[in-house]
């Protein structure tokens, strides 16, 4: 059973296009979370969510939206794209310290963009 | 802002011998530090986490130490075998809040 899974595994689009990333973990964490992974592999947090709530909002362009409509899942739509949003996006989940957790991430296998 | 810095781009040793990474952090002590192993084209994967009470932590052929004095943790792998071959990549909490901040990592190649 696939623990946290993402779709689609590629995505290659037009700049100024408008694309959508799902995600969903099936391990029963309380917390999710989007990072994105450049050209130099330096992996730096975008967004997280925990019980649905939005935690972590780092800096990051407002044509970033994520969405959780509930705790399992947690989405990425991206208005308007652009050239630099070429990456390679995960999704994590965790389990947060205050439920006894260590917030270790479990990450999903990756979206990689092609912004043309 | 802590900082986590990660010695050598890549690391290249042969078959049978012991590969060690550094992860040096610049601001507090993290409560705990964790190491992630990263394949070309998939997510991290956990690999074992260390309390800054906890001097040193093993997992079969993998061992962490934690310095907190000299802000260091040290990752080895021992009788490292061309499977090993991998980016490594250390990560530390931000104080009480829910994210953890990755290093760059270091690229291990075992050559047989």
Known sequence: DTAVSQTPKYLVTQMGNDKSIKCEQNLGHDTMYWYKQDSKKF??????????????NETVPNRFSPKSPDKAHLNLHINSLELGDSAVYFCASSQDRTSGGTDTQYFGPGTRLTVL | SQKIEQNSEALNIQEGKTATLTCNYTNYSPAYLQWYRQDPGRGPVFLLLIRENEKEKRKERLKVTFDTTLKQSLFHITASQPA????????LDMDSSYKLIFGSGTRLLVRP
């Open chain 2, 84 to 91: 090993d071959s991998a980016t490594y990549l250390c990560a």
């Open chain 1, 43 to 56: 992996l730096k947090i975008m967004f997280s969510y925990n019980n649905k709530e939005l935690i972590i």
